[in-house]
């Protein structure tokens, strides 16, 4: 599975971003897919999953209420929409993808995107 993450940018704080994670190979319907952000200097931390259907969805409590994970299995796409923005939510994003069962620990997750910056300024 290739993954391409796009839609970062730079916004002010109570904006709103998408990203949107386009994924290659015919097995993106199989695959959980998450997301995780790493701060300048930090780990990588876990933002959101998706499981194979639209309706598990899982966030970090940080992001709850204010983000949402969304699937497009026709398109192959996964989506999280980030509402209410916070300058402590500037980092770079990265979409993720394992076979079937959601994890939110990056060690779980073989396949990776190249990630999109986005920058909230307060």
């Known amino acids: 599975v290739q993954l391409q993450a796009s839609g970062g940018g730079l916004v002010q704080a109570g904006g709103s971003l998408r990203l949107s994670c386009a994924a290659s190979g015919r097995t993106f319907s199989s695959n959980a897919m998450a997301w995780f952000r790493q701060a300048a200097g930090k780990e990588r931390e876990f933002v959101a999953a998706?499981?194979?259907?639209?309706?598990?969805?899982w966030y970090a409590t940080s992001v709850n209420g204010r983000f949402t994970v969304s699937r497009d299995n026709a398109k192959n796409t996964v989506y999280l929409q980030m509402n209410s923005l916070k300058p402590e939510d500037t980092a770079v994003y990265y979409c993720a993808a394992r076979p079937l069962i959601y994890s939110d620990d990056v060690k779980n997750y073989p396949y990776w995107g190249q990630g999109t910056q986005v920058t909230v300024s307060s």
């Open positions: 998706i499981g194979l259907t639209a309706g598990s969805t």
